[in-house]
């Protein structure tokens, strides 16, 4: 939404208007023009979060399941063609974060993501998912075979307990409580890994916390510094109701992490531009999104391999779900990993790729995220329903 004749006539911006009515808190007369503040997590873009649905074919659930997946600014980037016995998953690469993800390793993380969900719905549920990656070689958006036989063995608890919390996983923006790391973490995180080109890192002293915080900060302030990362970046975040029912995807001002005054605010203002929305990021990500009690980074031994991308973004997702399952919150903070990407990118001078390689104790860091308990519960994000990303084969 552009600035109201009202905002416009009082000279006033509408970053000084957002500012000004989340920190006083008064009561909010709707402004002619302004978008009336909506639920969160209501209407069709949120639907699919209602699983398992009652859908018998183990195939067409599993996709539901893929879908709920984690990925990149939530630009759900993949593609489904689904008969009995196989699923095939590909890369849909028009939905790319553009200077975000200039070597769209995150999109490669994020379709693992999907494969994960995919895989472990398909073993609750009484078939064996046989997976050839890339089947096409690396450049191929063709990601993943899965080739399906039934199983009659019934799936371990630890399949069960991760199928489960596929619902309720959802990445929490919330602050974190600041003391030592749950117990147990780092182990219970490296039992998760089965691949041995797969690393974890796991800072929990404060030291190493302190300087994973201020290294993420810095490189917010260099991504809303680089005019084309801002751009991009700002591009898929979706602030009206009926943006967000149009596109069910990019991130939202209900999972921003921001208080519900901002967020009542947020959603009357509308749009902002990049440059203000930028500012509350880096705000944000001082504030409240480098809270945590720890803070853990996957690294894979080639960083640029399609498949170890893959692989990673599957333990990130399983990860994930077994947090849920705890009762843990996790938040993927890859700023550093952008700029990582982004020097390569562009040959720049390596002002983040060595601390980051030196705070993963790896040369292939991929995946950089927190958790914690967080002071409050994550809303939803939208998602584009199966049947707008997959059809029906042979
Ligand atoms: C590869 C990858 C990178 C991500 N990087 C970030 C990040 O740096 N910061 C963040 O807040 N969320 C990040 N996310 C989380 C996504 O924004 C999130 O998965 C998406 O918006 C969907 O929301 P959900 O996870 O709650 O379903 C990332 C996710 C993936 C898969």
Redesign the pocket.
């Known amino acids: 939404m552009s600035s109201t004749p009202l905002v416009r006539a009082r000279g006033l911006t509408r970053r000084a208007l957002f500012r000004g009515a989340a920190a006083s808190g008064v009561a909010w007369v709707l402004l002619p023009g302004c978008d009336a503040p909506y639920p969160p997590e209501d209407g069709p873009a949120y639907a699919p979060w209602r699983f398992p649905t009652d859908e018998s074919r183990p195939e067409w659930l599993a996709v539901g399941a893929a879908i709920?997946?984690?990925?990149?600014?939530?630009t759900?980037p993949w593609r489904f063609a689904v008969s009995p016995d196989r699923v095939d998953l590909f890369a849909d690469f028009d939905r790319h974060l553009g200077a975000m993800d200039g070597l769209r390793?995150?999109?490669y993380?994020?379709l693992g993501?999907a494969l994960e969900n995919l895989a472990l719905a398909l073993a609750a549920n009484g078939v064996h998912p046989a997976i050839t990656l890339l089947p096409e070689g690396p450049d191929d958006a063709h990601i993943a075979r899965v080739d399906l036989t039934a199983d009659a063995a019934a799936a371990t608890p630890d399949i069960a307990r991760l199928y489960r919390a596929i619902p309720d996983?959802?990445?929490?923006?919330n602050a974190y409580a600041e003391g030592a790391a749950p117990a147990g973490l780092a182990e219970a995180l490296e039992a998760l890994i089965d691949d041995p080109r797969v690393g974890l890192t796991v800072l929990a002293r404060a030291a190493d916390r302190r300087r994973f915080r201020a290294e993420t900060i810095a490189a917010t302030r260099a991504i809303v510094d680089d005019a084309e990362m801002n751009r991009d970046n700002h591009r898929w975040f979706r602030t009206t109701q009926a943006d967000i029912e149009r596109h069910r995807d990019?991130?939202t001002l209900d999972?921003s992490?921001n208080g519900a005054a901002t967020r009542f605010f947020g959603k009357m203002l509308g749009d902002l531009d990049a440059e203000t929305s930028g500012e509350y990021w880096v705000a944000l990500t001082r504030d409240q999104?480098t809270t945590a009690g720890a803070f853990a980074l996957l690294s894979t031994a080639a960083r640029d391999d399609r498949a170890e991308q893959l692989v990673c973004?599957r333990i990130?997702?399983r990860m994930?779900l077994w947090a849920t399952g705890v009762g843990l919150a996790m938040?993927?903070?890859?700023?550093l990993?952008?700029r990582m990407d982004r020097e390569q990118a562009l040959g720049l001078p390596p002002r983040f790729t060595e601390p980051l390689v030196a705070l993963a104790g790896a040369d292939g860091p991929q995946?950089?995220?927190r958790v914690g308990y967080p002071w409050d519960a994550?809303?939803?994000?939208p998602?584009r329903p199966v049947g707008w990303v997959a059809e029906e084969v042979g």
């Open positions: 709920l997946a984690a990925s990149p600014h939530n759900q390793r995150e999109m993380l994020g993501c996983r959802h990445t929490n923006r990019g991130p999972a992490g999104h973004g990130y997702q994930h938040q993927p903070l890859n700023q990993a952008e995946m950089l995220f994550a809303f939803a994000s998602r």
